[in-house]
């Protein structure tokens, strides 16, 4: 069986006045994306899909760059929607992403529910897993929130524990029911 390797996209440049799905990478992000790249070598990958959003799109970008790869951009791949929350301070968005993963049948916080943003995930990884899709590992860039709830339930682990845990950025390698992760910020300094 193939791998599946979810990427969260790396650190943006935050601005408060700007919708975050409109975020570009910070330097620093731009530096682990492509530090991250060397750790994605050994795949074997012939694309990179991709949310839409800038800083995942981004992210892949660098990415690809490095592995010579194309990306397609998948829109049911952005982010846990949630254009009417707005910029919150932390520990409100902290609140409000630990009840949406505890309750993940209920229109808790944003614009949908986290059952409907795993289906959407869900169908995503199937269309590229299909025969006609190609053989291989399997490279996604997506969202912290997204990579929580679609990567927790696949491997039946406690959701807010799971994004708690992921960085930026972020690669989660899914092998059957087991799970690595390749963190930037753990790797060796060069």
């Known amino acids: 069986m193939s791998r599946i390797v979810l990427i969260r996209h790396s650190i943006p440049f935050i601005e408060e006045n700007t919708p975050s799905i409109d975020w570009k990478l910070s330097a620093a992000g731009e530096a682990a994306a492509i530090k991250l790249a060397k750790y994605l070598s050994g795949f074997s990958v012939k694309k990179i899909l991709s949310s839409p959003e800038k800083k995942a799109h981004q992210t892949a970008t660098l990415i690809a760059d490095r592995l010579g790869l194309p990306i397609l ?35 808790i916080f944003g614009d949908e529910s986290a059952d409907a943003v795993f289906n959407r995930m869900d169908q995503a990884v199937a269309r590229a897993r299909m025969p006609q899709a190609g053989s291989g590992d399997l490279m996604v860039v997506s969202h912290g929130t997204a990579i929580s709830i679609y990567a927790a339930r696949v491997l039946r682990v406690d959701p807010p524990a799971f994004w708690r845990s992921l960085s930026m950025p972020t690669a989660i390698v899914l092998n059957g029911n087991e799970m690595t992760a390749i963190n930037v910020q753990d790797a060796p300094a060069e």
């Open 73 to 107: 951009i998948d829109p049911d791949l952005r982010e846990h929607g949630r254009s009417k929350v707005g910029y919150i301070a932390r520990a409100d968005f902290d609140a409000g992403i630990t009840r949406l993963l505890e309750n993940p049948h209920q229109l």
